[in-house]
Nanobody, 122 residues
Framework: QVQLVESGGGLVQAGGSLRLSCAAS?????MGWFRQAPGKEREFVAA????????YYKDSVKGRFTISRDNAKNTVYLQMNNLKPEDTAAYYC??????????????????WGQGTQVTSSS
């Protein structure tokens, strides 16, 4: 069983930046970030393929968020710039135990982190 540990969340003013990290305890393949605001369903944010060559983004974060990974460190990152109040949510890291291709579907992921809170104030 692979454990995922997120870090880097916090409170920033609108327009600010944060960098989330997700460290895996073992080898993982495709990885992604999802978020969940109070009273809403968990939604896709960004995903990256095993070798990092393919990335997908939610339309509303394109041009502001960047997902990347360092397989030598078993770590995936989410750089978030120009944060908006509507980005406020708990952010969850997800990883697949076998899938190589990036996916926007949360059902394609086997492991989940505990979540880290991101709050962007207006």
């Amino acid at each position: 069983q692979v454990q995922l540990v997120e870090s880097g969340g916090g409170l920033v003013q609108a327009g600010g930046s944060l960098r989330l990290s997700c460290a895996a305890s073992g080898r993982t393949f495709a990885m992604g970030w999802f978020r969940q605001a109070p009273g809403k369903e968990r939604e896709f944010v960004a995903a990256i393929s095993w070798k990092g060559g393919t990335t997908y983004y939610k339309d509303s974060v394109k041009g502001r968020f960047t997902i990347s990974r360092d397989n030598a460190k078993n770590t995936v990152y989410l750089q978030m710039n120009n944060l908006k109040p509507e980005d406020t949510a708990a952010y969850y890291c997800a990883a697949s135990s076998s899938r190589l291709v990036a996916s926007t579907d949360r059902d394609d992921y086997d492991y989940w982190g505990q979540g880290t809170q991101v709050t962007s104030s207006s």
